[in-house]
């Protein structure tokens, strides 16, 4: 096995962080969806699925590096908003917690002298850097546009290359 001993179970908590973080964004999509905001909607309907995909990169990495991930259920997920503004600003809190989540495992890679894990870890890190200003950005964008979303909507299409 390549992981080095203490890395197994932070990694598999790692898969549920980011399962959640899918069912998460799945919860916000469904909440602009219900608004009838169809750009919102299906712009965290594909972030829920770039989330799907980095629990997927956890497993298979754990599964190439000679080990058995295992899947656990995942906490509470949150489905009421009050705003459009509420739901992004909670999906940046999660984005920063990701972010957390990622920098403990790459301290934990380098305090293991696990260079494999550590050198894996590094596209999560670039990751979470785009993932955070993205969010970020998209609320600068709610906040700018006050009551009127569909000025967010234009601005979520024209931003997909629809």
Known sequence: MLLKSGLLE????????EFHA??????????????GLPELAGHFYHQSEEERDHAMKFVRYILDAG?????????????????ASE??????????KVTEQINDLVRLAI???????HTFLQW????????VSSMSNLLQI??????SLLLVEDYVRRQSGA
């Open 10 to 17: 932070p990694l598999n908590q790692q898969i549920t962080n």
């Open 67 to 83: 080990a058995r991930p295992t899947i656990t259920g995942i906490p509470d997920i949150k489905n009421d908003f009050s705003s």
């Open 111 to 117: 305090e293991k002298s696990d260079y494999t894990t």
């Open 22 to 35: 899918h069912t998460q964004y799945v919860a916000i999509a469904t909440y602009f969806d219900d608004q």
């Open 87 to 96: 739901a992004v600003k909670f999906a940046l809190d999660q984005e920063l």
């Open 142 to 147: 709610i906040k700018h546009a006050g009551n």
């Open 124 to 131: 999560f890190v670039t990751e979470q850097v785009e993932e």
